[in-house]
């Protein structure tokens, strides 16, 4: 269970932080369904929701990796869509069965104003899938296009984040772009010579 930390009874001298923006919101989503291509611990995932903007205390149990897994296996739907209509139909879907009506809270005055999905207090499994479906929505409204896509390496199975609207992404990374290049050279270089001695027995 998420729990919000207690608003200081004193006026802060600053305004209030902001919540991260939709870019790390889907950032997180990625990392996070990403972490699970190993065995993340409770302090890995933990460590990953900091990095992406999650204020503390960010304590995690067992049961919150088990149900965080779940959510992933969800998420990673909406990255492997064939196209924008798959991508959409997977958040209508998840935002119709796991989602609460849109509002804008500040967690009591913790934070600035932002959209939220969920239950301030909702546990960490619908927490990501609200605010990442959220992140992602905005995504696919504002690019016409998927938020993501699934690696095309064939020992990889991360997902990615597009990058705007320049070429269209296949890989996660340049190690994985990098590695298929010289995979598909070192192919096309043992073909080769086989195919033309298949030939000259033909013509033989």
Do not use: K
């Not at 608003?7 to 209030?16: F, G, R, Y």
């Not at 139909?89 to 999905?117: I, K, M, S």
């Not at 990442?132 to 984040?161: K, T």
């Not at 269209?168 to 190690?175: D, H, Q, V």
């Amino acid at each position: 269970m998420r729990y919000i930390a207690d608003v200081p009874t004193t006026p802060a001298a600053t305004d209030p932080p902001l919540r991260p923006s939709v870019l790390t919101s889907a950032r997180r989503a990625v990392a996070v369904i990403n972490a699970f291509a190993g065995d993340p611990a409770p302090a890995d995932l933990a460590a990953i929701l900091r990095a992406h903007g999650e204020p503390d205390p960010v304590a995690l149990t067992a049961e919150d990796v088990d149900a965080l897994r779940a959510a992933a296996v969800l998420l990673r739907e909406v990255f492997v869509a064939p196209d924008t209509d798959g991508a959409a139909a997977v958040l209508n879907r998840l935002l119709r069965e796991r989602t609460g009506p849109l509002r804008l809270t500040t967690h009591g005055g913790a934070t600035g104003w932002h959209p939220h999905l969920d239950h301030d207090d909702a546990p960490w499994d619908d927490w990501l899938i609200a605010s990442s479906c959220l992140a992602l929505a905005v995504l696919v409204w504002e690019r016409g296009r998927p938020p993501g896509g699934s690696c095309a390496a064939s020992r990889c199975g991360n997902v990615y984040l597009a990058q705007g609207s320049g070429i269209e992404r296949r890989y996660c990374s340049r190690r994985c772009a990098t590695r298929e290049r010289v995979a598909a050279h070192r192919r096309a270089r043992t073909a080769g010579p086989r195919a033309g001695r298949d030939g000259d027995d033909r013509l033989n």
